[in-house]
């Protein structure tokens, strides 16, 4: 054993790398049903117009990179703003906290 603290890192490291791409793993999934739901939708909104470039906003949602204004054009769509909180819901709030459970 070179060093306890090396070593407790290196454990940790172990333990929390899969977990974290378990996680990544299952926000991709959301990301992609959400992303292929939404598509279906009649909006005119620009940010949504084609999957990738929805599941560019849902990622960006996840991480909060969204804009402000973003989220003020979401008010023209019902359908879209509740796709949109159920989403958050599930993916940030639920997703997360799974995430902390587990480590």
Do not use: H, W
């Amino acid at each position: 054993v070179l060093s306890t603290r090396v070593s407790a890192y290196a454990l940790v490291c172990v333990k929390v790398v899969p977990e974290v791409a378990l996680y990544l793993f299952a926000l991709s999934f959301f990301v992609i049903a959400f992303a292929c739901a939404v598509s279906s939708l009649e909006q005119d909104g620009s940010n949504f117009q084609n999957i990738p470039m929805i599941g560019l906003q849902l990622f960006k949602m996840t991480f909060r990179m969204f804009s402000g204004d973003g989220y003020e054009t979401l008010d023209d769509c019902p359908a879209l703003l509740a796709a949109m909180f159920f989403f958050i819901i599930t993916a940030v709030i639920f997703l997360t906290n799974l995430l902390i459970a587990q480590l």
